[in-house]
Nanobody
Framework: QVQLVESGGGLVQAGGSLRLSCAAS????????IAWFRQVPGKEREFVAT????????WYAAAVKGRFTISRDNSNNTAYLQMDSLSPEDTAVYYC????????????????WGQGTQVTVSS
């Protein structure tokens, strides 16, 4: 089992930027595919981005493509989500997720989840 802890959320103005971090422990980080999801209370979690074990490719939801960048640093067991050109529609709790065997755009693809970090974008 791997434990995931997100950080870096906060309050920003529209058009601003944030970088979220996902620190992993308790497992072999390079064994896990990583994804970011976001969720507004009362709604289903929404796929944001995913990156495979070796970080050799990245996939994004259409709503964030061109504005967000997912990356990972296997030397320090951390994944990142760089968020630029933020808008109020990006306001949500952002979750880091990991899975040993698969990756994709569905939350069911990921076994392990962090507790989330709040991102609020003001207009």
């Amino acid at each position: 089992q791997v434990q995931l802890v997100e950080s870096g959320g906060g309050l920003v103005q529209a058009g601003g930027s944030l970088r979220l971090s996902c620190a992993a422990s308790g497992g072999t980080f390079t064994s896990y595919h990583i994804a970011w999801f976001r969720q507004v209370p009362g709604k289903e979690r929404e796929f944001v981005a995913t990156i495979p074990r070796n970080g050799d490719s990245q996939w994004y939801a259409a709503a964030v493509k061109g504005r967000f960048t997912i990356s990972r640093d296997n030397s320090n067991n951390t994944a990142y989500l760089q968020m630029d050109s933020l808008s109020p529609e990006d306001t949500a709790v952002y979750y880091c997720a990991a899975d040993r065997f698969s990756y994709g755009r569905s939350e069911s693809s990921y076994q392990y989840w962090g507790q989330g970090t709040q991102v609020t974008v003001s207009s």
